[in-house]
């Protein structure tokens, strides 16, 4: 089956620290992978994505990811967090039609 | 215009009522989309329209009446439903559906309540 595995529901980091979300996909084929992020009752903004072009990615807002096809991985990260940070971000794939959503990890940023 | 654009903002409404979403595009998306997401989940896909034809429809109850009059409208028709249909409805489009590396762009969303 292809899915998305956010590995933390909940990350708390202080204000300044770097910042580390997990993401883990399975799938047979190279996927495109994508960060959303999510603040409380807004929609989703895309962060950056990864389309088999380089395998560092940067996106808005100082944010950028790794694809690691070895791990099955595409981390997010940011070296210093922002109090602005603190929302939900989500892992998605997607293959032709469909998306799917990781469960999301709830970003806290302390000050 | 890189924007899409959802009303009403929040909606409540009775079991017994009819109302309506209306979503909106000008990007010149090919492919627009009906999530729902619950409260402290990912969005759900409902329904996704290709040029403006329905090519999935995820088992979503018939209370619920997807409509694409052009290629940068989608509406929700909303009739009979239930409280547990409470949630946060989002709309998203994209350039087209094949090719797995278009983004999807999303909106704001409309918050809707049912008493």
């Known amino acids: 089956a292809q899915s998305v595995t956010q590995l933390d529901s909940h990350v708390s980091v202080s204000e300044g620290t770097p910042v580390l979300l997990r993401c883990n996909y399975s799938s047979s084929y190279s996927p495109s992978l994508f960060w959303y992020v999510q603040h409380p009752n807004k929609g989703l903004q895309l962060l950056l994505k990864?389309?088999?072009?380089?395998?560092l990615v940067k996106g808005i807002n100082g944010f950028e990811a790794e694809f690691k096809k070895s791990e099955t991985s595409f981390h997010l990260t940011k070296p210093s967090a922002h109090m602005s940070d603190a929302a939900e971000y989500f892992c998605?794939?997607?293959?032709?039609?469909?998306?799917?959503f990781g469960k999301g990890t709830r970003l806290h940023i302390l000050p | 215009d890189t924007e899409v654009t959802q009303t009403p903002k929040h909606l409540v409404m009775g079991m017994t009522n009819k109302k309506s979403l209306k979503c909106e595009q000008h990007?010149?998306?090919?492919?627009m989309y009906w999530y729902k997401q619950k409260a402290k989940k990912p969005p759900e896909l409902m329904f996704v329209y290709s040029y403006e034809k329905l090519s999935i429809n995820e088992s979503v109850p018939s209370r619920f009446s997807p409509e694409c009059p052009n290629s940068s409208l989608l509406n929700l028709h909303l009739h009979a439903l239930q409280p547990e249909d409470s949630a946060l409805y989002l709309c998203?489009?994209?350039?087209?559906?094949?090719?797995?590396?278009?983004?999807?762009?999303f909106g704001p969303g409309t918050r809707l309540t049912v008493l």
């Open positions: 990864y389309t088999s072009a380089a395998t």
């Open positions: 990007m010149g998306h090919r492919a």
């Open positions: 998605v794939r997607n293959r032709d039609d469909k998306i799917i």
């Open positions: 998203a489009s994209s350039i087209q559906t094949s090719g797995s590396s278009h983004e999807q762009f």
